[in-house]
């Protein structure tokens, strides 16, 4: 089956269950909620994505210059748009479109697809690693706002499963900062298993090669270049700062509702542990019923039909940037959803 025809029934199948969930909120109750939350609550979130497309294309500027590359930001913020997009669309709001932006970026400045993607891996790394430190304040500010919601009755396998994914993003932060500092090649290792297991041998036995090219770049810009490495790493900070405001701006302008430290951290960690594993487009579907699981555990002042909405205007962002990151990757000659096979043949 061709990937665009899987796209196409992904999406079809993410707007019938997305109007399934809308039906068993309740369609008035959702709609009289959009109505109600008004347009600056909505702007908010516009805004909010936009400061994350330009703090991570910053971040990737800041890496750049760590290897010569002089890339221009313009170019940069439509590589982080249509990587977005992919991300989007693909099983993780984290991993899928970076092919993307390796094929945008080479085509238009004409570098080095493996050295981009070595800088593209090395950002994927500095993300992580910025990423574990706010998991870890986002479990220490819900912890200690909200004890007697998550190691109480009903909420504490809610607490129990907040401390789990903590350590879990704890453990994996320390393998990746080992494996860059003393310049290991899990990617590679992994291909290699991978071929002696005869699972698409021919194929994983070149991937191999360029992991392991890939992956001597990231380490040595790592350990070779910590003063290009912080600031971008600090820059990454600032974007998981602009999803743990999301609900705080959104239900405060929409609704006059005032989030605690532990009500923002326990919805941050919520949203992001299950966009990083989403199924559908957007996270259609687990999101929503993750958010709404957590809501009636935890008593936070939110009810279905204005969570609805909140993920509702949060989906209408999320198909600005795929349109967005479709024109890009257009203009440069390619499809949006074939840069993945597009970048592998360079």
């Known amino acids: 089956m061709r990937r665009g025809t899987k796209l196409t029934i992904s999406l079809v199948a993410s707007l019938v269950l997305l109007a399934g969930i809308v039906y068993f909120v309740g369609f008035g109750e959702t709609v009289a909620a959009a109505r109600q939350v008004g347009l600056p609550a909505v702007l908010s979130l516009g805004g909010l994505l936009a400061a994350l497309l330009v703090l991570q294309a910053a971040a990737w500027t800041a890496l750049n210059r760590a290897i010569g590359h002089r890339v221009p930001f313009p170019t940069l913020l439509g590589a982080t748009t249509v990587g977005l997009a992919g991300n989007i669309l693909t099983p993780s709001t984290y991993l899928g479109g970076e092919p993307g932006k390796v094929l945008y970026v080479g085509r238009r400045t004409h570098l080095s697809y493996e050295q981009l993607a070595g800088t593209v891996l090395l950002l994927k790394y500095v993300e992580a690693l910025s990423f574990v430190l706010f998991v870890a304040a986002g479990t220490v500010v819900a912890v200690l706002g909200l004890p007697s919601v998550l190691f109480r009755g009903a909420g504490l396998a809610l607490g129990v499963a907040v401390l789990v994914v903590a350590a879990a993003a704890v453990a994996t932060a320390g393998v990746l900062w080992v494996s860059l500092a003393r310049r290991w090649r899990p990617l590679t290792v992994l291909a290699g298993l991978l071929v002696r297991a005869r699972v698409f041998p021919r194929f994983f036995s070149r991937l191999r090669v360029r992991a392991r090219r890939v992956e001597d770049q990231a380490s040595r810009v790592f350990a070779e270049e910590r003063s290009m490495v912080a600031p971008a790493f600090c820059l990454f900070v600032l ?28 919805i941050f960690l919520t949203s992001q542990v299950l966009l990083a594993f989403q199924l559908t487009p957007s996270g259609v579907g687990t999101l929503d019923g993750g958010l709404f699981g957590m809501l009636a555990v935890s008593g936070i002042a939110i009810t279905q039909p204005q969570c609805a909405a909140y993920l509702l205007v949060i989906r209408f962002w999320d198909g600005v940037v795929v349109a967005a990151g479709a024109v890009l990757a257009a203009r440069v000659g390619v499809g949006l959803f074939v840069c993945e096979q597009e970048s592998s043949q360079r």
């Open 239 to 266: 974007t998981h700062a602009t999803m743990y405001l999301k609900p705080l701006l959104f239900f405060g302008l929409g609704w006059g509702t005032v989030l605690g430290p532990g009500e923002l951290g326990l």
